[in-house]
């Protein structure tokens, strides 16, 4: 009856838990600070946009920003009470799962109450989070809605075809239009409007004059001031040259565009331009800080000075790309005015492609030219270098490329223009002189930092090959990619949906890893990681040196203290950023299977490291010889291997599971006393005690030696030529006895001489069997005509024979 009490109460209170959850999931559609009924408005009036194909692209842009806010509302939204929440699984997993799930013995009333507790808890919690994620989810979808729409919509335009320019009949009609448009630029005023425009102008002449005058001056002299100021920096030998020349020639675009605008200042004053003329006159300063930019990044990445170019063509090569970069953007300039003031007057697609196309044609030839400059780079070597060198370097593999590419555009532009695709055409052109004009800069502000950097260390133009430098233009070259995209075709909105995506972060399982988490990673664990050099250093050069711990002792704890350290800090590190590692089990388990096969030997040679610092049988400094011969001090041990130092003065790198595993001799373990044995040998016949005596003199008389144990000297073997010694001696340091031996060496020839002692040498005696039938043979045989010395030399070889014979019959 008791049991069937408990399963009932049990059976109720998941009923009421259902009605909780039930009751919330009802109760709980709003949430803080979120408007949910203007959300519902905005999400159905989204549908209903996205679903209409005629809907405006301003009107798809509105609701999208608003649409973007309540994503990011309903995004912080997501995670609230996340700790509460956390808490609150944990302790129900802790109570279990109920007895009718699992089919145990029935539970206490108070765990049943207790478990029915915390889930009307965390329905209650987890309701507005439920929305918040529906919310999000649906927010999102509809971004992603609009968003392809657009870009489907700005797809169709750059295929649309309109008229061909090549049509003469539409030129006229196009001609008339535009100087419609050019004489609706002034304007037109009865005679007693233009009284008072003549009085207005003569109140305002001396302004107009002055800003006129002075405009015209540093337009004119402006940038021959600029050169001056430089060629006077040039001479000079002070430091941070580069930086300061740099600085001063931006003077060449401040001069140039403070004159355009005192100039289009003045234009305004006069009272002549119409509203057109005012609407035009604004992009004047604009268009010429354009121009002014692209002149000055072609003059430093194509410098006069071979030293100062960035790209290192021959001089009459750098001029030519000079001079068609300043076509280039004289006729973009021009062609940017022309279209203006057709779009002032809202004039014809046809007659935009009409006015434009002599414009792009020129322009295309340009770039070709220059592209077929950029394809030169590095095919005539230096003297200094050779080919193979200069087109190996990556530097010059980027800018073929880049000219192959520049060539490529340039003969598509025209050629899609002609066939009536000007979209495309202008998508194509204008967007690769703004791309080379961009990459330009990078290098030139590459080149900047270079040269600040070397003012900065003293280095000079050496700077400029440092690696500092090099990683600055990396830096830069990230941040010019997103302008790259917006010159290319992106949206603003495009890029911020990619760095909000980026910021939400990335799901890993049931965890969402975002760039924050990752920050806090990198700064807790390098706070960390600076800590524990710390300490080994400290430890290294304070403490453990005033300890009797020996030399490989002290590196065994530096060396651990350093492993545990950086655990530690990445322990911290991840803790800290919050990431779940449960979430990653998979990820784990996967890199186990992968450790276990394809890196067995690093982690095998991890462990043995490890085995090697705890158990240390050998230390820094010690005199080994491993299995495979080498023979040498262990100047280093790390987490993979072991580095030898041999007599060779040569590194040997020894994996440490061959030190484990293998059989490894340590000559100084422990203590440096060591055992060295010299051979020596007599001849045959010499008194066998004399030499005994002679040689324990010399042993005892070696300050090396130890007395106790004391030298040994040995009768060991009757030799093939000798009577061989050995002269046995411990010395108090091991590490001396090559210089042992030879000071023995000289010793013993040194008594040996005095003493009248034979050290003997292998000698063979050559036997020669029936040497007559030798001799006769070569008597028989007709010799070639001989030089004296060879007649000579055989001669001697036949004296010589019968001697050799006799000498070995007597022997015999």
Known sequence: MIRLLDRGAAYVAALITVLVLCASAVFAQDLSGVDMEKWRALEVRAEAAVDTADTSDETLDELRS????????????RGANATRIASLRDQITLLGSPSEVTGAAPEAAEIVEKRTELEEQLATLNAPVQVADSAFTSADGLVGEIDAELRNRQAEALLEVVETPLNPVHWPGAI???????????????????????????????????????????????????????????????RGLGVWQFVVSLLRI????????????????SGYLGDRGDQLIVFIPI?????????????????????????????????????????????????????????????????KTIISFP?????????????????????????????ETARASTL???????????????????????????????????????????????????????DVYGAITGQGKQARDALLPIFFGMILLLCALPVLALVWGARVVD??????????????????????????????????????????????????????????????????????GIFLAALAAITGAGIDLSSLAIVAGALSVGIGFGLQNIVSNFVSGIILLIERPISEGDWIEVSSGQMGYVRDISVRSTRIETFDRTDVIVPNADLVSGTVTNYTR????????????????????????????????????????APSVLFVNFGASSLDFEIRMFLRDVNWMMSVKSDVNHAIAERFVQEGIEIPFPQQDVWLRNPESLRESAQMQPAPKASQTETDASDALGDELPSVAAKGEAEQ
């Open 66 to 77: 608003e649409l973007v806010v309540y994503r990011g509302q309903f995004n912080i939204a």
């Open 176 to 238: 008339e239009e535009l100087r419609t448009s050019i004489s609706k630029l002034w304007v037109i005023v009865s005679p007693d409007q233009s009284v008072q425009r003549s009085a207005n102008l003569l109140r305002n002449l001396p302004v107009i004059l002055f800003a006129a005058i002075a405009g015209l001056i540093l337009i004119v002299r402006g940038r021959r001031w600029s050169k001056m100021i430089v060629e006077r920096l040039r001479q000079s030998t002070a």
């Open 254 to 269: 401040v001069f140039p565009l403070v004159g355009l605008s005192l100039w289009a200042y003045a234009a305004r004053s």
């Open 287 to 351: 268009l010429g800080a354009s121009m002014l930019g692209f002149r000055w990044v072609a003059e430093q990445v194509f410098a006069r000075e071979e030293d100062d170019a960035l790209i290192a063509l021959n001089g009459k090569d750098r001029a030519q790309a000079r001079f068609y970069v300043g076509c280039i953007t004289v006729l973009l300039v021009m062609s940017s005015i022309l279209q203006l003031i057709i779009d002032l007057e809202d004039g014809s697609v046809l007659t």
């Open 359 to 387: 414009f792009t044609v020129l322009i295309a030839h340009g770039l070709f030219m220059l592209g077929r400059l950029l394809r030169r780079f590095g095919a005539e070597p230096d003297d200094d270098d050779t080919e």
């Open 396 to 450: 010059g593999r980027l800018i073929r490329s880049i000219g192959t590419i520049t060539i490529a555009v340039a003969i598509a532009a025209p050629l899609s223009q002609a066939a009536g695709f000007m979209n495309a055409s202008t998508s194509m052109l204008f967007p690769t002189v703004l791309t080379l004009v961009l990459l330009g800069l990078v290098l030139t502000l590459q080149r900047f930092s270079a």
């Open 495 to 564: 890029l911020t949906e990619i760095w909000s995506a980026f910021h939400r972060g990335f799901a890993v399982g049931d965890a969402r890893i975002s760039p924050t988490d990752f920050i806090t990673f990198a700064v807790i664990f390098t706070i960390g990681y600076l800590a524990t050099r710390l300490a080994q250093g400290a430890l290294k050069t304070n403490v453990l040196p005033k300890t009797k711990i020996d030399k490989g002792g002290q590196n065994a704890i530096v060396s651990g203290l350093g492993y545990v």
């Open 670 to 709: 422990g203590n440096t006393l060591g055992r060295v044995i010299i051979p020596v040998g007599v001849a045959y016949g010499t008194d066998t005690r004399k030499v005994e005596r002679i040689l324990s003199e010399i042993a005892n008389a070696q300050p090396m030696a130890l007395a106790n144990p």
